[in-house]
């Protein structure tokens, strides 16, 4: 009874002050101050400090660094949380926000993704440098420090690693982007992804005259169909009618449409040595944005650093799920649990209360991965899981999918892509990318003709796999360049279930898929045109899936040559697609062979 008076009592209180109670939980019990801490370079970065007014014990550093902005600003305004989650409020942390170099209320000129080179001034050293000042400076720290981020926030964590201070005992990198070309944000398979890189730029690349508080006004497409908008929009430069000159890091992107030294300066992996200090990795399975920086990261942790304290968490999650409430479901895909509320409070709190404060007896696995199909989590040493073996999934005659190659010695699929009429990546209608398109049924695709779709027999016992999954194509066009999309999906019974109201019988569900621009199927940083007509084999990677394919469903593969406009057009001519003019854009035929000599396949890992 004395906890439910308090409660309403706290509520009450809440009401009369116009405050939510996280709001005037943390006023209660903390003090915000505003610094402008110096770089090495003479720059000054804006950072807030939340700290503890207790003073009776002292307190680990939580920073987060971000260039996303740290509103709200001004020393009398109050977040509504300051830590990864509402428990390091209450837990009691020196809360850290800083803008970046160049964003918002800090000094300096921001380089998107500015490379880590050593002797210069970067977000390695701006790092460094913050945690020297924070730990001389700020009143009551007990010389620990963490830092952890999001995407962007997740990125500046992974270079906070680069030639760490001392101090910097805990990291958790989340959903960091690792290589902008290859995979993460704007690029995949060689192929840009303009949707998702003409919104960000629009709302985060806007050239800033001098420091601010204020967010950049948010752009106007005029409409709300993003296909019909970068339909019209043609080539990706054309985007310069909107962002004239003030949008310098999109002009810097359209002179670097090859993997050339500007995209290889910024792969992070390659700087990632000797960690010494614990890390706590998070990914996720659906997320559209940064996929694959997790597993790139892990990998070269695993290879640099092999004795470091390194836990890598993998959730059924869209880009930064795991942040939201309950992480039970994505669009219409039920996992059977709050899996965020899992990763928070089991994995999250108990990782930085041990490295940052001593408390607790840190029990976590190396590995935690969420096996989708089968909704639970798998505890490992390593990831994947080293007993799954290799299997192949073969594209048969008559739109089979079959797990033994095909004896024929002819045989193929054909065709025609045009790029007048792309094939769109999902059936809604939005001009922002979206997180649901990445389990979302795929049946709007398959009757379209330019969509190839091979299915297996419905399982007679659940098939889970786990690790990499790779696509190996022969292929032959009588164009000079195409991309290729490859969807691996899973079927449900026609039986099924409704969810929430939404019938699942017979359901395509995306479980992954990637793209490869075929020019670059022997090196992204020296195109080469393909030869029409000549048979030519294409292997590419279409991520890492836990998954079980339970008994009843059948798996599935589609195959097309646009994703529209999550990724730009090919004009199916060899020619800077950046810059490519009406004329460049011309129909052509696919063929997608299935022989003994000149097989196709999906070549996956399974769990015996």
């Known amino acids: 009874m004395k906890i439910h008076r308090m409660l309403l009592l706290l509520a009450l209180i809440c009401s009369m002050t116009l405050l939510s109670c996280d709001e005037l939980y943390l006023r209660t019990h903390y003090t915000k101050t505003e610094y402008m801490i110096p770089m090495r370079d003479g720059t000054k ?3 807030i400090v939340y700290a503890p007014k207790d003073q009776s014990q002292k307190y680990p550093i939580l920073m987060t660094r971000t260039a996303y902005g740290i509103a709200p600003y001004g020393p009398d305004e109050f977040s509504n949380g300051l ?18 170099r160049g964003r918002f209320k800090s000094q300096g000129e921001f380089i998107h993704h500015r490379p880590y080179l050593a002797g210069q001034v970067n977000e390695a050293t701006d790092t460094y440098d913050t945690i020297d000042w924070l730990i001389k400076h700020i009143p009551n720290n007990n010389g620990r420090v963490g830092q952890w981020g999001i995407s962007w926030a997740g990125w500046e964590v992974s270079q906070g690693m680069i030639e760490a201070h001392p101090a910097l005992r805990a990291s958790s990198p989340q959903s960091p982007p690792q ?93 990632l040595r000797h960690v010494h200090h614990p890390v706590l990795l998070v990914g996720g399975w659906f997320d559209a944005q940064d996929f694959y920086g997790a597993f790139r990261m892990y990998e070269a942790l695993r290879r640099y650093s092999p004795a470091n304290q390194t836990y890598f968490v993998l959730g059924p999650w869209a880009h930064g799920g795991y942040a939201g409430p309950k992480g039970d479901q994505l669009g219409a ?33 190396r590995v935690q991965a969420f096996i989708t199909g089968q909704n639970r989590w798998y505890n490992g040493d390593v990831w994947p899981p080293p007993q799954a073996r290799p299997q192949n999934l073969y594209l048969a005659e ?45 049946r709007f695709a398959a009757v379209r003709n330019d969509v190839l779709t091979y299915q297996s ?8 796999i786990a690790g990499s999954i790779e696509a190996s194509l022969h292929i032959a066009t009588t164009g000079t360049d195409a991309d290729y999309i490859v969807k691996l999906i899973d079927v449900y019974p026609d039986d099924a279930p409704a969810f929430q109201g939404t019938k699942m019988g017979g359901c395509q569900m995306l ?64 020619v800077d697609i950046y810059h490519a003019g009406a004329k460049d854009y011309q129909a052509a035929t696919q063929t997608i062979f299935r022989s003994v000599a000149t097989p196709s396949f999906i070549r996956v890992n399974v769990l015996p």
């Open 83 to 100: 830590g990864p989650n509402k428990d390091f409020d209450h837990e009691g942390y020196i809360f850290v926000h800083q803008d970046a």
């Open 457 to 464: 027999a419905p399982l007679t016992k659940d098939f889970t």
């Open 45 to 47: 970065l804006f950072t």
């Open 179 to 271: 290589d902008q070309f290859l995979g993460d944000d704007h690029h995949s398979g060689g192929a840009f992804q303009l949707m998702y890189a003409f919104s960000w730029m629009a709302a985060n690349a806007h050239a800033r005259p001098t420091p601010t508080d204020k967010a950049p006004k948010q752009f106007d497409y005029g409409t709300s169909d993003g296909y019909d908008f970068f339909l019209k929009l043609g080539s990706a430069a054309n985007a310069q009618k909107f962002f004239l000159d003030q949008f310098p890091t999109w002009n810097e992107y359209m002179r670097h449409g090859t993997y050339d030294a500007y995209w290889q300066s910024r792969n992070v992996p390659k700087d």
């Open 511 to 574: 479980l992954t898929g990637d793209i490869l621009r075929a020019k670059f199927r022997n090196s992204f940083a020296k195109p080469e045109p393909l030869v029409p007509g000549q048979v030519t084999k294409l292997v590419f990677p279409l991520g890492d899936k836990f998954h079980t394919f339970r008994r009843g469903h059948r798996i599935m593969v589609q195959i097309q040559s646009s994703w529209f406009p999550m990724f730009d057009r090919n004009p199916q001519t060899f």
């Open 398 to 442: 008559q739109g089979r999918l079959t797990f033994q190659p095909s004896p024929s010695t002819s045989g193929s699929d054909s065709y025609r892509s045009d790029p007048a009429k792309p094939v769109p990546y999902s059936a809604q209608v939005s001009t922002n990318e979206g997180d649901t398109f990445m389990v979302e049924d795929q």
């Open 333 to 365: 895909i039920d996992f059977g649990s709050t899996t965020s509320s899992t990763y928070r409070y089991q994995m999250e709190l108990p990782f930085f209360n041990y490295y940052l404060k001593d408390k607790g007896h840190l029990t976590l696995p």
